[in-house]
T-cell receptor, first 114, second 113 residues
Framework: EAEVAQSPRYKITEKSQAVAFWCDPISGHATLYWYRQILGQGPELLVQFQDESVVDDSQLPKDRFSAERLKGVDSTLKIQPAELGDSAMYLC????????????FGEGSRLTVL | GDSVTQMEGPVTLSEEAFLTINCTYTATGYPSLFWYVQYPGEGLQLLLKATKADDKGSNKGFEATYRKETTSFHLEKGSVQVSDSAVYFCALSGMNRDDKIIFGKGTRLHILP
């Protein structure tokens, strides 16, 4: 069964360091999402791609966060510099697009900033 | 803006009990509504959905009915099992193709044997 792959599963870093997360969506899925999930909260959309184009990055803290999907396939989310408040689970999801509304999520990358 | 409010957990029930997890929403127009579930150690996955008023979504014994008049999409199951222990998220997406999916805070469910 096709899955969304994410790495690393866990990352511990010190504040002010740079971190990067990688996501490989299900093959053929044009839409890719990065969500942040703080403990005890629901996922919050950071950025949405349609192929290689950004559709929505209104909640992405652009002073420190960046995301790219250069060839419209896999994607990287970067944080530089990391802050204590960035500790969270970073979820990647993909979908075929359209109006089905079904997102397929990876297992997530848990970030701890010390 | 659009939002989803769901009952806070944790919810603890005995096996075979009846389950209701309340969800209400605020949105313009006619959003699509979803329940996602996150089992321990796994990623979120779609449980069920409804795309228009009075639609009923169902899967794995769970049901939810899109109630426009009360802006609700409550999740129900007649007889829960230990394996239903998970975190449940209510979510909505707007009417447009690229509208993002907005999630509630999640409700943790514990089922005791």
């Amino acid at each position: 069964e096709a899955e969304v792959a994410q790495s690393p599963r866990y990352k511990i870093t010190e504040k002010s360091q740079a971190v990067a997360f990688w996501c490989d969506p299900i093959s053929g899925h044009a839409t890719l999402y990065w969500y942040r999930q703080i403990l005890g909260q629901g996922p919050e959309l950071l950025v949405q791609f349609q192929d290689e184009s950004v559709v929505d990055d209104s909640q992405l803290p652009k002073d420190r966060f960046s995301a790219e999907r250069l060839k419209g396939v896999d994607s990287t989310l970067k944080i530089q510099p990391a802050e204590l408040g960035d500790s969270a689970m970073y979820l990647c999801a993909s979908s075929l697009g359209g109006d089905t509304g079904e997102l397929f999520f990876g297992e997530g990358s848990r970030l701890t900033v010390l | 803006g659009d939002s989803v409010t769901q009952m806070e957990g944790p919810v603890t029930l005995s096996e075979e009990a009846f389950l209701t997890i309340n969800c209400t929403y605020t949105a313009t127009g006619y959003p699509s509504l979803f329940w996602y579930v996150q089992y321990p150690g796994e990623g979120l996955q779609l449980l069920l959905k409804a795309t228009k008023a009075d639609d009923k979504g169902s899967n794995k014994g769970f049901e939810a009915t899109y109630r426009k008049e009360t802006t609700s999409f409550h999740l129900e199951k007649g007889s829960v099992q230990v394996s239903d222990s998970a975190v449940y998220f209510c979510a909505l997406s707007g009417m447009n193709r690229d509208d993002k999916i907005i999630f509630g805070k999640g409700t943790r469910l514990h089922i005791l044997p």
